[in-house]
């Protein structure tokens, strides 16, 4: 079965970075569009960023840019997000998804067809 696995998750302070992980079994990675989403306590799940097949497109949440960094490696079937100079608002449950739907880069949560159990990150002040 398909499987996404996220790790690289934890505890950081503010100003540190973290490296994320999301590898994918049980399906052809490189045909599907990937995309990290998050979601915070009391919060809805909010998108992150998004890669396309090849790795050549990205697209950032506004308020990401700069600072998070999303790309893949198709031949160890993993998926990556940077994170750089987090802050205590980027505390949330991070995860991993991937869309058959085209090779579009998409925030629409609708449109990925599989999710991983996700990783928690916390960022203390």
């Known amino acids: 079965q398909v499987q996404l696995v996220e790790s690289g998750g934890g505890l950081v302070q503010a100003g540190d970075s973290l490296r994320l992980s999301c590898a994918a079994s049980?399906?052809?990675?490189?045909?599907?569009?990937m995309a990290w989403f998050r979601q915070a306590p009391g919060k809805e799940r909010e998108f992150v960023a998004s890669?396309?097949?090849?790795?050549?497109?990205?697209y950032y949440a506004d308020s990401l840019k700069g600072r998070f960094a999303i790309s893949r490696d198709n031949a160890k079937n993993t998926g990556y997000l940077q994170m750089n100079s987090l802050e205590p608002e980027d505390t949330a449950v991070y995860y991993c998804a991937a869309s058959s739907w085209g090779d579009s880069p998409s925030s629409t949560a609708g449109r990925y067809d599989y999710w991983g159990q996700g990783a928690q990150v916390t960022v203390s002040s």
């Open positions: 049980g399906l052809t990675f490189s045909m599907y569009v």
């Open positions: 890669i396309v097949r090849n790795g050549v497109r990205t």
